[in-house]
C-alpha cells in the first residue's frame, strides 16, 4: 500500500511563499509519475502541476504557471511544490497524487490517471 503524507501547508499574506512537500512511503517512488491538485471549499479537485518519473519533464495548470514549481528528490522518495506570488485564489487543500500504474515516461493531469492520494495540506492566502 502506497502512502503520501502531504506537509508544508499554513496561511500566508498575499504575495508570500510556501513549499509543500509530499513523502512517499513506497520504495518504488522513483518509477512513478506524480501530481500536485487542489481542492478548494466547495470545489472538485483541480489540477496544479505534475512530472514524470525523472522530474525531467513538468507541466503546470495556466493559473499558476510561473508562480509556481514541481520537482522530486528521488533519494528522498519526495516531491515539492514552491508556490511563490500566492494569491487569495490559491486557498485549498493541496493533494499530492502518485501513478503506480503502467506509466510511458510522461506526466498525467487528470485525476482518473493516479491511484495514490494524499489527505493533503492546507492553504491559505489572506488579502
Known amino acids: 500500500q502506497v502512502q503520501l503524507v502531504e506537509s508544508g501547508g499554513g496561511l500566508v499574506q498575499a504575495g508570500g511563499s510556501l513549499r509543500l512537500s509530499c513523502v512517499c512511503s513506497d520504495a518504488s517512488f522513483s518509477r512513478y509519475p506524480m501530481g500536485w491538485f487542489r481542492r478548494a471549499s466547495g470545489k472538485g479537485r483541480e489540477f496544479v502541476a505534475a512530472l514524470n518519473w525523472s522530474g525531467g519533464s513538468t507541466f503546470y495548470a495556466d493559473s499558476v504557471k510561473g508562480r509556481f514549481t514541481i520537482s522530486r528528490d528521488n533519494a528522498k522518495n519526495t516531491v515539492y511544490l514552491q508556490m511563490n506570488s500566492l494569491k487569495p485564489e490559491d486557498t485549498a487543500v493541496y493533494l499530492c497524487?502518485?501513478?503506480?500504474?503502467?506509466?510511458?515516461?510522461?506526466?498525467?493531469?487528470?485525476?482518473?490517471?493516479?491511484?495514490?492520494w494524499g489527505q493533503g495540506t492546507q492553504v491559505t492566502v489572506s488579502s
Open positions: 497524487a502518485a501513478r503506480t500504474l503502467h506509466s510511458a515516461s510522461y506526466y498525467y493531469t487528470a485525476t482518473n490517471e493516479y491511484d495514490y
